[in-house]
């Protein structure tokens, strides 16, 4: 069974800088993409990030956090990252890791408050 356990939010200044985690189990985690998706407070799942397996060397962004976010894994600790530097009110949210863009198999999330 696929679990996600993700963790890291708190609340921030606008301009501030997170880290989030995300442990999984449950399947053999370097062979997989995983993805990252948040949940802003009365709107639907919207796509952040993706990275691919083994390697991680290819990644993809959203535009709206492109340059602001850096996703990473850790395949020794069945681990990905997703470092938030810049952080907007906008990006408040409920951030969840996955295994697609639209959300499948993910977690309970972590709260992310942006205070502008």
């Known amino acids: 069974e696929v679990q996600f356990m993700e963790s890291g939010g708190d609340l921030v200044q606008s301009g501030g800088s997170l880290r989030l985690s995300c442990a999984a189990s449950g399947f053999i985690f370097e062979r997989f993409y995983i993805h990252w998706v948040r949940q802003a407070p009365g709107k639907g799942l919207e796509w952040v990030s993706t990275?691919?397996?083994?390697?991680?060397?290819?990644?993809d962004y959203a535009d709206h956090v492109k340059g602001r976010f850096t996703v990473s894994r850790d395949n020794a600790k069945n681990t990905v990252y997703l470092q938030m530097n810049s952080l907007k009110a906008e990006d408040t949210a409920l951030y969840y890791c996955?295994?697609?863009?639209?959300?499948?198999?993910r977690g309970q999330g972590t709260q992310v408050t942006v205070s502008s």
């Open positions: 990275i691919s397996p083994y390697t991680g060397s290819r990644t």
């Open positions: 996955a295994t697609d863009r639209q959300g499948t198999d």
